[in-house]
């Protein structure tokens, strides 16, 4: 007689929430250690050498930015798992903005990778004065930097998705998917800030601090301390399907 196993929606909410961990770790060393300076510089000779003279570094950041959107993949995925019991589309439309991001996060790679290419030295690099590399490295760095807030955006609108099924799931506690939906304020504010009002930068990144960190904290917490509620995922799973 065949047998069928499923997956325990409660062991898969604590993975996701590993993977979060993981994300929490590996952020800090992806998106700032070796970057930090480069971003806050308005010197272009500056952040060219400083490129030079901290480019194992740089490296270390970028091979955690590959991780790192090598796990959101693997996340985005996981979650429309868990939350296809509350609505297949619009869980598969938060999956979608999450994929997007890790995409636009690998895409991102290129322009570190262009940005040591000019401070490498090469040969072929003679075609070109110190000032012009300076001024296309610091080029290439602000559109690195701005990208960040491109594939924020990306964030914002798989987290306002995320909180609504959430808030509806029935499984997971519903002030839990208010606090997610603060953090999508707070990524979408930061994104179209960038764009609309880049002098705001400083301001926009406090506000992401105070409301996104929170959520993503305590929707972590939750997902490892207590998963789901199993009979509540499976009777609305039931309720899907039906």
Request: glycine share 10%; aromatic share 12%.
């Amino acid at each position: 007689m065949p047998t069928t196993t499923t997956t325990s929606p409660k062991r898969l909410a604590r993975t996701i929430g590993v993977l979060y961990v993981t994300l929490f770790v590996l952020g800090p060393v992806a998106f700032l250690i070796g970057k930090a300076d480069l971003f806050d510089s308005t010197d272009a000779a500056n952040s060219f050498a400083y490129l030079g003279e901290n480019e194992s570094t740089i490296r270390i950041g970028m091979t955690a930015e590959a991780l790192v959107f090598i796990i959101e993949i693997v996340a985005s995925a996981m979650l429309y798992v868990l939350f296809r019991a509350v609505s297949r589309h619009l869980s598969m439309a938060a999956m979608l903005a999450r994929f997007g991001q890790a995409v636009m996060q690998g895409v991102n790679l290129l322009w570190g990778a262009l940005a040591l290419s000019l401070a490498g030295g090469a040969s072929y690099l003679a075609a070109f004065d110190q000032g012009q590399l300076e001024g296309l490295s610091q080029l290439v760095l602000d559109t690195n930097g701005f990208m960040i807030h491109v594939w924020g955006i990306f964030f914002g609108v798989h987290l306002a998705l995320l909180a609504w099924l959430v808030m509806r799931s029935g499984f997971l506690p519903e002030w839990l998917g208010w606090l997610v939906g603060l953090g999508a304020v707070g990524y979408l504010l930061e994104g179209f800030g960038a764009i609309i009002a880049p002098g705001s930068a400083d301001l926009l990144a406090t506000v992401v601090l105070v409301l996104a960190v929170p959520a993503e904290l305590a929707f972590t917490v939750w997902l490892v301390w207590k998963g789901v509620d199993e009979e509540a995922w499976h009777a609305r799973a039931g309720a899907t399907l039906t």
